[in-house]
Nanobody, 121 residues
């Protein structure tokens, strides 16, 4: 069983910063891609950023230059540093990991439960 748990969400003023963290735990052999998605009220879930095990990153155009994704492979963690936050960044942020569980030859996608980020004055 693999679990992802996010932390670090909260209320922040426009222009402020937040750092999200996510840790994957359980019977994990290897994690390839990790990332963050978000879902705002009334909207579909959208990709925010991804990072490969080797460190290759990809960002949604809407967050380029403001958000930075990073990971700690030894700790099975992924982070999202968010700066210059805007009202439109308000959403539930979900951690994602593509995992090969111990004893398995296949990769599976896992999601965290989500953490709320609210940008408001």
């Amino acid at each position: 069983q693999v679990q992802l748990v996010e932390s670090g969400g909260g209320l922040v003023q426009p222009g402020g910063s937040l750092r999200l963290s996510c840790v994957a735990s359980g019977s994990i052999s290897i994690i390839s891609v990790m990332g963050w998605h978000r879902q705002a009220p009334g909207k579909e879930r959208e990709l925010v950023a991804t990072i490969t095990r080797g460190g290759t990153v990809n960002y949604a155009d809407s967050v380029k230059g403001r958000f930075t994704i990073s990971r700690d492979n030894a700790k099975n963690m992924v982070f999202l540093q968010m700066s210059s936050l805007k009202f439109e960044d308000t959403a539930v942020y979900y951690c994602y990991a593509n995992v090969r569980p111990s004893g398995s030859s296949r990769m599976y996608g896992y999601w965290g439960q989500g953490t709320q980020v609210t940008v408001s004055s």
